[in-house]
T-cell receptor, first 112, second 114 residues
Framework: GQQLNQSPQSMFIQEGEDVSMNCTSS?????WLWYKQEPGEGPVLLIA?????ELTSNGRLTAQFGITRKDSFLNISASIPSDVGIYFC????????????FGTGTRLQVTL | DGGITQSPKYLFRKEGQNVTLSCEQN?????MYWYRQDPGQGLRLIYY???????QKGDIAEGYSVSREKKESFPLTVTSAQKNPTAFYLC?????????????FGPGTRLTVT
């Protein structure tokens, strides 16, 4: 099955820094979703995007649905230690109803 | 509280034994999914079900089986035919919609086969 290209694979940042990660594909998606997974737990939905160009915020998190519908970006501002985890993007291809294609994840580490 | 429960959290089995992982949801979602996650990897779809008494193979269905007799429940059996069953298994559910793709995940079951 297809997977999305997510980058970077991992990030080591200091508390207070801003973070940016992205997901790209050669295919067009109807929906982009961003999840966070903490060790040993299931992914938690952070943000859902439905329209090309859409920009949505959830607290310190901001995500955008790329205008070409082939990419998405997630930004985290003023990172804190509890932001540590793996961030996954997921996309819904046209005609696949609620089936999702997942990115390979960005592992975020925050140091004090 | 609405949500998805998976049990047990940790499961240990001997090679050659079948094992069934439980997944229950009370979100009134039509669709349910099983994913496998290996260390440092993304999520790979094993099986999914859009409605009761119907399910479809995902990308890595070999060695697994499922049933969907009730809307709330979607158990996964890892059979002895699965060559590398040790992994973290995640269940998810969603409405079945071409417009809204959000899936909600359970806490996962870590299966170790020795």
């Amino acid at each position: 099955g297809q997977q999305l290209n997510q980058s970077p694979q991992s990030m080591f940042i200091q508390e207070g820094e801003d973070v940016s990660m992205n997901c790209t594909s050669s295919s067009i998606f109807n929906t982009w979703l961003w999840y966070k997974q903490e060790p040993g737990e299931g992914p938690v939905l952070l943000i859902a995007l439905y329209k090309a160009g859409e920009l949505t915020s959830n607290g310190r998190l901001t995500a955008q649905f790329g205008i070409t519908r082939k990419d998405s970006f997630l930004n985290i501002s003023a990172s804190i230690p509890s932001d540590v985890g793996i961030y996954f993007c997921a996309g819904q291809l046209p005609g696949t109803a609620s089936k999702l294609t997942f990115g390979t994840g960005t592992r975020l580490q925050v140091t004090l | 509280d609405g949500g998805i429960t998976q049990s047990p959290k940790y499961l240990f089995r001997k090679e050659g034994q079948n094992v069934t992982l439980s997944c229950e949801q009370n979100l009134n979602h039509d669709a349910m999914y099983w994913y496998r996650q290996d260390p440092g990897q993304g999520l790979r779809l094993i099986y999914y079900s859009q409605i009761v008494n119907d399910f479809q193979k995902g990308d890595i269905a070999e060695g697994y089986s499922v049933s969907r007799e009730k809307k709330e429940s979607f158990p996964l059996t890892v059979t002895s035919a699965q060559k590398n069953p040790t992994a973290f298994y995640l269940c998810a559910s969603s409405t079945w919609s071409p417009l809204r793709g959000e899936q909600y995940f359970g806490p996962g079951t870590r299966l170790t086969v020795t």
